[in-house]
C-alpha cells in the first residue's frame, strides 16, 4: 500500500513539474485603455531605486552649487529697493512740476464754439488766453485738459499750449513774464459729440463760452528765449538736476546694484539648469536602457484592460505599464501553473525623475 502511494505522489510530481516546464499562464487586470504591458525582471526595482537615488543626490548637489534662493532673494531685494528710489525719484519729480504748475495762471480771454450735432460728428472750441509765469523757470508748453463748468472734456490727442510769442516768434515765457494770444494765433481742440450723452452735450453747448478752463496736467522747461528750434526742451528731471542730484545719485547705485545681483542671478540660474538638464539626461538614458533590458515578457491589454502572459518562468517579476503620463509597477512572484493579479493602481511613472 505505501509502496503505491509514493508511486502515486511521484506521477504527480512529475505531470507538476511537466507542466511547470512549458510555463505559467499570468493574467494580469490593469487599467483599461492601457496599452503594452510588461513583466519585468526581479531586480528592476532595486536598479531603479539605486538610479533615482543618484539622480535626486546630483541635483541636491546642484542646488547647493548654485544656491539659487540666496541669490535669487538678494536680487529680488535689491530689485524692491530700487523700485523704492525709483517711486521717491517719481514722487519728487511730480511735486516738483506740481509746483510749478501752480505758479503758472492761464486766463481764457476769449472763447468761440462750434457744436452743431446735426451737421458735425465734432465739436470745435477756439480761444485766446493770456499765461503769466510766477516761477523762477522759463516755462516752454503746458499740457492740458479742458474743462467747460465742471466737465472734463475727453479729447482723442494730446493737449498742449505752445508758449510762442507770435511777434517774435520766440518760445518760452521767462519768470515773471506773461503771453496774450489773439484770434489770429487762437488755439483750438475738438471733441466726439457722439461720446456724450444729450443732457452733457446740452451743458456744453450752454456753457463752452462762459466756463471754459484749462487744467494743466504737465510742463516742461527750456533753458533760453530763443527761436523754437533753437531751444531746448527740457523736462522737470533735466530740468532740476540740482534738486534731484541726491536721489538720482542713490537711486542709480540703488539701480547698479539691482541690475548686478539679477545678472548674477541669472548667469547662476543658466548654469543651474545646465547641470539639471545634464543630470536629467543621464537619468533619462539609464532608466531607458534599464527599462528595455528588464523586459522578460509582453502583452497587449484588451479593451477592458486583460493583459495575458503564456509561459512565464516561475520566478519574481514586476507588472509594468504606463498611461496617461503614470504607470501600474507591481511585484509578483508566479509559483502556480496559473496566476490572476491585479495591478490596475496608477501612481508616478518609475522610469521618470
Same mark, same amino acid.
Given at each position: 500500500?505505501?509502496r503505491?502511494? @509514493? @508511486?502515486?505522489?511521484?506521477?504527480?510530481?512529475f505531470a %507538476?513539474?511537466?507542466a511547470?516546464?512549458?510555463?505559467?499562464?499570468? @493574467?494580469?487586470?490593469?487599467?483599461? #485603455?492601457? /496599452?503594452?504591458?510588461?513583466?519585468?525582471?526581479? #531586480?528592476?526595482?532595486?536598479?531603479?531605486?539605486?538610479? &533615482?537615488? +543618484?539622480?535626486?543626490?546630483?541635483?541636491?548637489? $546642484?542646488q547647493?552649487?548654485?544656491?539659487l534662493?540666496?541669490?535669487?532673494a538678494?536680487?529680488? +531685494?535689491?530689485?524692491?529697493s530700487?523700485?523704492?528710489?525709483?517711486?521717491?525719484?517719481?514722487?519728487k519729480?511730480?511735486?516738483?512740476?506740481?509746483?510749478?504748475?501752480?505758479?503758472?495762471?492761464?486766463?481764457?480771454n476769449?472763447?468761440?464754439?462750434?457744436?452743431?450735432?446735426?451737421?458735425?460728428?465734432?465739436?470745435?472750441?477756439?480761444?485766446?488766453?493770456?499765461?503769466?509765469?510766477?516761477?523762477?523757470?522759463?516755462?516752454?508748453?503746458a499740457?492740458?485738459?479742458?474743462?467747460?463748468?465742471?466737465?472734463? @472734456?475727453?479729447t482723442?490727442?494730446?493737449?498742449?499750449?505752445?508758449?510762442?510769442?507770435?511777434?517774435?516768434?520766440? %518760445?518760452? $515765457?521767462?519768470?515773471? +513774464?506773461? !503771453?496774450?494770444? *489773439?484770434?489770429?494765433?487762437?488755439?483750438?481742440f475738438?471733441?466726439?459729440?457722439?461720446?456724450?450723452?444729450?443732457?452733457?452735450?446740452?451743458?456744453?453747448?450752454?456753457?463752452?463760452?462762459? /466756463?471754459?478752463?484749462?487744467?494743466?496736467?504737465?510742463? &516742461?522747461?527750456?533753458?533760453?528765449?530763443?527761436?523754437k528750434?533753437?531751444?531746448?526742451i527740457? *523736462?522737470?528731471?533735466?530740468?532740476?538736476?540740482?534738486?534731484?542730484? #541726491? $536721489?538720482?545719485?542713490?537711486?542709480?547705485?540703488?539701480?547698479?546694484?539691482?541690475?548686478?545681483? *539679477?545678472?548674477?542671478?541669472?548667469?547662476? +540660474?543658466?548654469? =543651474?539648469?545646465?547641470?539639471?538638464?545634464?543630470?536629467? !539626461?543621464?537619468?533619462?538614458?539609464?532608466? #531607458?536602457?534599464?527599462?528595455?533590458?528588464?523586459?522578460?515578457?509582453?502583452?497587449?491589454?484588451?479593451?477592458?484592460?486583460?493583459?495575458?502572459?503564456?509561459?512565464?518562468?516561475?520566478?519574481?517579476?514586476?507588472?509594468?505599464?504606463?498611461?496617461?503620463?503614470?504607470?501600474?509597477?507591481?511585484? $509578483?512572484?508566479?509559483?502556480?501553473?496559473?496566476?490572476?493579479?491585479? %495591478?490596475?493602481?496608477?501612481?508616478?511613472?518609475? =522610469?521618470?525623475?
Amino acid at each position: 500500500m505505501l509502496r503505491k502511494t @509514493i @508511486i502515486s505522489l511521484a506521477v504527480i510530481l512529475f505531470a %507538476a513539474k511537466a507542466a511547470m516546464a512549458d510555463g505559467s499562464k499570468v @493574467i494580469a487586470v490593469v487599467p483599461p #485603455g492601457t /496599452g503594452e504591458v510588461f513583466l519585468m525582471s526581479q #531586480g528592476t526595482g532595486e536598479v531603479l531605486s539605486f538610479i &533615482h537615488g +543618484k539622480y535626486n543626490s546630483n541635483i541636491k548637489s $546642484i542646488q547647493a552649487r548654485y544656491n539659487l534662493p540666496e541669490l535669487k532673494a538678494l536680487a529680488d +531685494k535689491a530689485l524692491v529697493s530700487s523700485r523704492s528710489d525709483n517711486d521717491a525719484v517719481n514722487a519728487k519729480i511730480k511735486e516738483i512740476k506740481n509746483e510749478y504748475i501752480s505758479k503758472l495762471d492761464i486766463k481764457i480771454n476769449k472763447v468761440k464754439s462750434f457744436i452743431s450735432p446735426e451737421t458735425s460728428a465734432t465739436g470745435e472750441i477756439e480761444f485766446t488766453y493770456t499765461a503769466v509765469n510766477n516761477s523762477d523757470r522759463i516755462i516752454a508748453d503746458a499740457v492740458y485738459t479742458p474743462v467747460i463748468g465742471k466737465m472734463q @472734456i475727453q479729447t482723442s490727442s494730446k493737449l498742449v499750449l505752445d508758449f510762442v510769442d507770435r511777434t517774435t516768434l520766440k %518760445a518760452g $515765457i521767462a519768470p515773471g +513774464k506773461s !503771453l496774450i494770444t *489773439t484770434e489770429e494765433n487762437s488755439d483750438s481742440f475738438s471733441f466726439l459729440l457722439g461720446q456724450m450723452s444729450k443732457n452733457d452735450l446740452a451743458y456744453v453747448r450752454e456753457n463752452a463760452e462762459k /466756463g471754459l478752463s484749462l487744467k494743466v496736467t504737465d510742463i &516742461h522747461f527750456t533753458n533760453s528765449v530763443e527761436y523754437k528750434d533753437q531751444s531746448k526742451i527740457l *523736462t522737470a528731471e533735466q530740468a532740476f538736476q540740482d534738486r534731484l542730484q #541726491g $536721489i538720482l545719485a542713490r537711486t542709480s547705485s540703488e539701480n547698479l546694484s539691482a541690475q548686478e545681483d *539679477t545678472v548674477k542671478y541669472n548667469e547662476a +540660474k543658466k548654469e =543651474f539648469d545646465a547641470a539639471k538638464s545634464a543630470a536629467l !539626461l543621464e537619468f533619462t538614458r539609464e532608466a #531607458g536602457e534599464l527599462k528595455k533590458s528588464a523586459v522578460r515578457y509582453s502583452s497587449r491589454a484588451s479593451e477592458k484592460g486583460r493583459a495575458v502572459f503564456e509561459g512565464v518562468a516561475p520566478g519574481n517579476y514586476f507588472v509594468y505599464a504606463s498611461k496617461d503620463g503614470q504607470a501600474v509597477f507591481k511585484e $509578483i512572484s508566479v509559483k502556480n501553473r496559473k496566476l490572476k493579479v491585479k %495591478a490596475n493602481e496608477l501612481r508616478k511613472d518609475p =522610469f521618470k525623475p
